[in-house]
């Protein structure tokens, strides 16, 4: 009487969680300082200063019962308001508090939007590989089918024959993630426009809206001045599913958001049925007092110094020994080509170096490799020398 | 392309919200000290002082990326062993922290309990009415059946003839809630070992266990003396969901946990299982903060004081009048009978003086109303002579 899908997701730890979990125990046996790990997307740099003041001053000024209470699920007024206006300023798109409901973190947001757009077992979700693994997790378990379309690994941007090949009656929504986990690449703006257009016709052809659901937790987190397109203000039909565990450094607290535009198709009922989706699988609301932090720092910026120190370490150096890498515009990832052209096997050879690297093939691209470099900036320092004798030997 | 259940659940608000927001709403034509609201099980009490203390203490002394950083899916092993040792000293078993799966509160520790347990769409959970109506909307997000067997409301106990003729080899749990929302009743010892009795009875029967799911948010609060039974120590197929929503008053903050005992039949795959299900519906850990606050703060307890006295107030007055009670001896619900034995009319004409109480039938009892006494002493005192004159009318 157990469930064998739920019993096998809870057995098998994904390849990153396998691979951090070795590099724990290496640390016992070989000593902490040998063992380079680049597995985890776990930010390495604090939560702004004005996080913990807001939940000290929350917590001083505030009536108790109104900090720690039950909020509406969709989140408080004061919160939702606060991310709308900031949408409205930043894009110049027209959000209001109606339109955003409030999450614990990108991955419910995921979830409840898969959970309203699932309108039976044949609808379909459309990610664009490189691609975060578990959306096939999210997107299964919402009772839809996931499918991947493989990469154009010449520059990372979408590959339009093939999304066009793949599109049919039953897609529901096509994932988008800019900046990229694994491969760290923005979409162009003029790759939004082709998309926006192949959607808008397949949309006409198929006879409903076909969705472009953008999961955007690394908005901030981009480098060199690149600018991120906002994709509502491309294609009405954009889900936004945001969180703030990257860009305030705050993973553990599980806080983002749902934005459905009231100019999308069927707006009020997507926005309902996430709702729905939300209230059936026990998320009654997102964290309280993080609500309320939120909204007292809706316009806290991350402190992008590491990352840029990490990245340009790497990056000038890795391309130096021979690498091939995808432009790394944003995020905290480099997405290197295999030497060999098989990221497994590169990431066992790694290993034997007690260096940890996730193959890229649980992200749809078997020839790569992703490196985290959300990581202590002496680690990169220590582990250059293996990255160099991997690459010649 | 919308889901059409979860559209229905996002647009139809429960019986209970409809209350509050009419109430909300009365309050702004009529004067808020003239709207009597007894619709929701919101706590009253602020959280004890220990709760501020310990966040004030986290952020000042501990490393901002461990505080607000993810934990393991499970929860930060030192909360999992704050819970277990918990659990060993209160109530004589042996947990230990591989037992504890900590949860976004009591709702989701169901929903992944549901997910755990449905092996396919025939599979069926029992609850004893009066239920808590989101049961069902949880049990059908996991894609099983939600029964309800009638309550016995000459006490509130167990109606195991009823229990009985309910049961089937598709049953996979019993849903347990004592103290009970919307009775305030607590099973009897005598009763759970009946229960125990019957359902070693029927798994041998059936050929596998039949689970109690015990959700206890409510295991803190009872009066007078009353000893709430542990009910692992009765019936080793026992799944408790607990929540510090009620006990420590931080409903808004979603913490909680799955105790699933390692004597417990198929114990490891159910714990597992459980995991699965909360990584499909996108549960990445409890929030993280929190779970170091009930790590410190393990043995608070929460202050009854207001509870006793509205209890009181309202129980001695109310009987005085007329109205007849289910025992309450926990949560903070008092469950009358209708003085027309119908609770929807009388919740009507209750509603026509202000006074917001809630029908039964959404509990599974049609003939009675709820009347939460987690609110201002005061609005009790303003509001006794409307129920007298319901009463009496």
Redesign the interface.
């Known amino acids: ?11 098998a730890r994904s390849a990153i969680r396998e691979l951090f979990e070795y590099g724990k125990r290496q640390a016992a046996l070989v000593g902490a300082e040998n063992v380079f790990d680049f597995s985890l997307g ?6 702004p200063k004005e ?2 003041d807001a ?2 001053e929350i ?1 001083s000024t505030c ?3 109104a ?5 509406s699920a969709q989140g408080s007024i004061e919160t939702r308001t606060a991310i709308a206006d900031s949408i409205t300023r930043r894009f110049g798109t027209s959000a209001d508090a109606d339109d955003i409901y409030v999450t ?2 990108a ?6 939007s898969f ?5 039976d077992n044949n ?1 379909e979700f459309i990610a664009i590989a490189p691609y975060f693994p ?1 959306y096939k ?2 997107v ?2 919402a ?1 839809a089918k996931f499918l991947a379309v493989p990469a154009k690994t010449d520059d990372f941007q979408i590959d339009f024959t093939r999304l066009e090949a793949t599109l049919n009656p039953n897609s ?1 929504a096509v994932i988008i993630n800019s900046p990229n986990n694994p491969s760290g690449v923005v979409y162009s703006a003029d790759t939004i426009k082709k998309l926006s257009a192949l959607l808008e016709r397949k949309s006409e052809e198929f006879g ?2 076909i969705y472009i659901i953008a999961d955007e937790p690394y908005r901030e987190l981009v480098y060199d001045g690149i600018e991120v397109p906002f994709i509502p203000n491309y294609y009405r039909n954009t889900i936004v599913c945001y969180s703030y565990s990257k860009s305030l ?6 806080i983002g958001y749902i934005y459905v535009p009231k100019f999308a198709d ?1 707006s009020r ?23 309320q932090v939120i909204t007292r720092c809706i316009n806290a910026t991350p402190d992008l110094t590491n990352y840029e120190t990490n990245r340009k370490l790497l990056l000038e150096n890795l391309t130096t020994y021979g690498y091939e890498c995808a432009a790394p515009d944003g995020a905290f990832y480099l997405f290197i080509k295999a030497p060999d052209g098989d990221g497994n096997s590169f990431s066992e050879k790694a290993k034997e170096k007690n260096l940890l690297i996730v193959p890229g093939e649980s992200f749809g691209c078997k020839e790569y490799v992703r490196i985290s470099y959300c990581v202590d900036t002496d680690m990169i320092k220590r582990a250059l020398p293996c990255f160099k004798e991997l690459i010649e030997c």
Not at 1 to 11: A, F, P, R, S, V
Not at 115 to 119: E, N, Q, R, V
């Open positions: 009487m157990i469930n064998e899908k739920n019993l096998q997701l809870g057995t776990n930010p390495s740099t604090p939560a996080i913990n939940v000290t917590l009536d108790p019962i900090v720690h209470g039950y909020t614990c973190g991955a419910a947001a995921l979830c409840c959970g309203a757009l699932t309108k609808t578990e997790v999210f299964e378990g009772g529901a409903h809206p450094s705050l993973p553990g607290e599980r069927n009922q997507v926005y309902a049925a996430a709702a729905g989706a939300g209230r059936a699988m026990g998320y009654v609301c997102a964290p309280s007092l993080l609500q």
